[in-house]
Nanobody
Framework: QVQLEESGGGLVQAGGSLRLSCAASGSIATIGRMAWYRQPPGKQRDLVARITSGDSTYYADSVKGRFTISRDNAKNTLYLQMNSLKPEDTAVYHC?????????WGQGTQVTVSS
């Protein structure tokens, strides 16, 4: 069982930055894949960025060059550094973990970008 808790969301002006954190209840060193998803109001949840245990990363085209995903196994924490934020980045951001075939989700943190 893995419990995930996101933090770091908030209200920011366009062009600003935020760093999201996802704290796991146990060691993330054994979690092969972790990711951030986001769900804008009234829309589906989509992948934002993904990182493997070997630190291989993937980014959605809409965030490439602006967002950076990273993981700190010593702190059991996943991060998402978001720069040059745009109003269309407004969404609830969820942390995701895949371990031994089981998927775990956090409750989400709201990010609102004003124009």
């Amino acid at each position: 069982q893995v419990q995930l808790e996101e933090s770091g969301g908030g209200l920011v002006q366009a062009g600003g930055s935020l760093r999201l954190s996802c704290a796991a209840s146990g060691s993330i060193a054994t979690i092969g894949r972790m990711a951030w998803y986001r769900q804008p109001p009234g829309k589906q949840r989509d992948l934002v960025a993904r990182i493997t245990s070997g630190d291989s990363t993937y980014y959605a085209d809409s965030v490439k060059g602006r967002f950076t995903i990273s993981r700190d196994n010593a702190k059991n924490t996943l991060y998402l550094q978001m720069n040059s934020l745009k109003p269309e980045d407004t969404a609830v951001y969820h942390c995701y973990a895949l371990r031994n075939g089981y998927v775990y989700w956090g409750q989400g943190t709201q990010v609102t970008v004003s124009s």
